[in-house]
């Protein structure tokens, strides 16, 4: 983690949040998916939530984006209730770029096409559409596969080629979705530093959901732990990782993620 987060540079402003949500509850049917959830992002905080797979990480994320809709509670981006914004709405006014697990990206098309078929959707400035995708072709290393089709990429070159492409919106939160899913050793350590250098560059809000506890508390500031439907620990990294809670629920006693 040391080797990580060393360079962040911590701001002494009241730290703002950027997303809230206030008693949320969420059911499919008889079955309860969020139990009375609460929590809060921050402006500028790179957030981890984490927990087994189907325990509601992405739903979280759903809820977020207005994809879906919770049965009681509030949701808020900066300090605004977001519930009666339709999901295309809600991502455009409040900023918010989104990476899947899976795919987010046009198989046949080459890296270059793909970043600019979203730009003619999203860059509303013309004139600024191939700078910016210049950028950030730049930025992700990805100059020599300008012109390879995105179903020939390793899963480290899509990863950063969807990423790319949510930033095209110059979002002012970046939701990822296990986004440590399926990586090799290297090339998680090379998202992890893509994602602080995002963070320290840009002052992005970056909210991680994984199951992978060590790759995840990398790179975050905070990070929570669901279980059972509920919120069972929240806290720094290592607070996370003494935490009795979060030791009975996720991590077990041996657990290091040093």
Do not use: W
């Amino acid at each position: 983690m040391g080797l990580i987060k060393k360079f962040r540079i911590k701001s002494h402003k009241k730290p703002s949040p950027i997303i809230s949500f206030e008693n949320i509850n969420l059911s499919y049917g008889s079955r309860l998916i969020l139990d009375n959830i609460n929590f809060k992002i921050n402006e500028g905080q790179i957030f981890g939530m984490l927990g087994p797979n189907g325990v509601g990480k992405s739903t979280i994320f759903n809820l977020i984006t207005g994809l879906i809709q919770p049965n009681s509670g509030k949701i808020k981006l900066n300090n605004t209730d977001v519930l009666d914004y339709p999901i295309y709405l809600r991502t455009k006014k409040f900023h918010i770029g989104y990476v899947p697990q899976y795919g987010g990206y046009f198989n046949d098309l080459t890296l270059y096409q793909n970043l600019k078929a979203i730009a003619e959707i999203v860059i509303n400035d013309k004139g600024n559409e191939d700078y910016k995708i210049n950028s950030l072709i730049s930025k992700f290393e990805l100059e020599n596969l300008k012109n390879v089709k995105a179903k020939f990429l390793s899963g480290g070159q899509k990863k950063k080629l969807v990423i790319a492409l949510s930033l095209l919106s110059d979002p002012k939160v970046l939701l990822l979705d296990e986004c440590f899913a399926a990586l090799d050793v290297l090339t998680i350590k090379m998202l992890q530093e893509i994602i602080v250098n995002l963070q320290k560059e840009s002052n992005i809000t970056i909210c991680i959901c994984d199951h992978q506890a060590r790759d995840l508390l990398a790179c975050v500031d905070k990070a929570m732990i669901l279980s059972n439907c509920k919120i069972v620990a929240e806290g720094s990294p290592q607070e996370l990782v003494n935490n009795i809670d979060a030791k009975s629920a996720y991590f077990g006693d041996s657990f290091n993620y040093k």
